[in-house]
């Protein structure tokens, strides 16, 4: 549950520390340097404090990722290769197997493990690499409509979920590693005997394959669905597509407010 309060709890603290800075407390210049250095006794590797170092050199991130789909970001591709499977015109009543190969954070870890295949909650499930597949290839989407009413428990989910195979592929591994590949290759063995073969090398929304403005449309569109209609999704996107000043923020900002009727 943790999860849903995280940003807030840390943009809190952003905030009181800027309220702090500008009352005039302050502190040693070395100060997050030396919170570093004394969490390595805490850990068996050294913390590598370079980005500390280079605070305030540089205001630009130029290699964001955007989700496409409501889930954990190392189940992106898997998402994305479920959904080109139902695109293919392959349903769940029509596999067989599914077994997907990729590196070790969309098929191991809490992603790939034994709860995994068996979520009991929301936070469970879009954390899960097996169930969202499922839901991508029964639906040929994944939207945060996918968790409502609790698929997870049903008969339907649970069966294509047992006809996943998650594989920690080493070269997969590697290359997650050492180029921040995020892609997996996924097999299916189709009912009638047939095999089908997805490969997404990066998903859709990475720094190397760019969602475009349609593509981030059409998720603000689902995300504001219930409070705002599809011109306002619009407006959105072209007002954070020229930001480039103080008073264009100010604009955004205002037009996000909340107004009391």
């Known amino acids: 549950m ?28 070395d100060a997050l340097e030396t919170i570093f250095a004394g969490a390595h006794s805490n850990v068996d590797s050294p913390i590598d404090t370079t980005p500390v170092k280079k605070l305030g050199q540089s205001w630009s991130m130029t290699r964001n990722m955007i989700k ?19 695109q293919n015109g392959i349903g769940a009543d029509g596999v067989r197997k599914l077994t997907l190969y990729g590196h070790r954070n969309v098929c ?21 690499t097996p169930y969202v597949m499922a839901l991508a290839l029964m639906r040929g989407r994944l939207t945060s409509a996918e968790y409502d ?7 339907e ?7 996943i195979e998650l594989v920690v592929d080493s070269e997969a591994d590697k290359a997650f590693d050492t180029e921040g590949i995020l892609g997996v290759r996924l097999v299916a063995e189709l009912a009638d005997g047939r095999t089908e073969e997805i490969v997404v090398h990066q998903p859709k ?12 449309l059409e998720k603000m569109t689902w995300l504001l669905e219930s409070t705002a209609q599809r011109h306002f999704s619009n407006r959105l996107l072209n007002l954070c597509n020229r930001l480039a000043t103080p008073e264009e923020v100010e604009k955004l900002v205002d037009t996000c407010r909340v107004r009391s009727s």
């Open 157 to 163: 989910v649970k069966a294509l979920i047992a006809k």
């Open 2 to 29: 943790i999860k849903n309060v995280a940003v807030g709890l840390v943009l809190k603290r952003v905030v009181e520390a800027a309220e702090l800075a500008a009352a005039g407390v302050t502190a040693t210049a």
């Open 149 to 155: 009413g609790a698929p997870w428990e049903t008969a």
């Open 68 to 86: 496409l789909y409501p889930a954990q970001i190392n189940t992106q591709a898997a998402i994305e290769a479920a959904i080109r499977l139902y």
């Open 205 to 216: 929304g990475h720094p190397d394959a760019p969602l475009s403005d349609d593509q981030l």
């Open 108 to 128: 191991g870890g809490v992603q790939g493990s034994p709860q995994a295949f068996a979520p009991a909650s929301q936070e469970a499930a879009d954390h899960s």
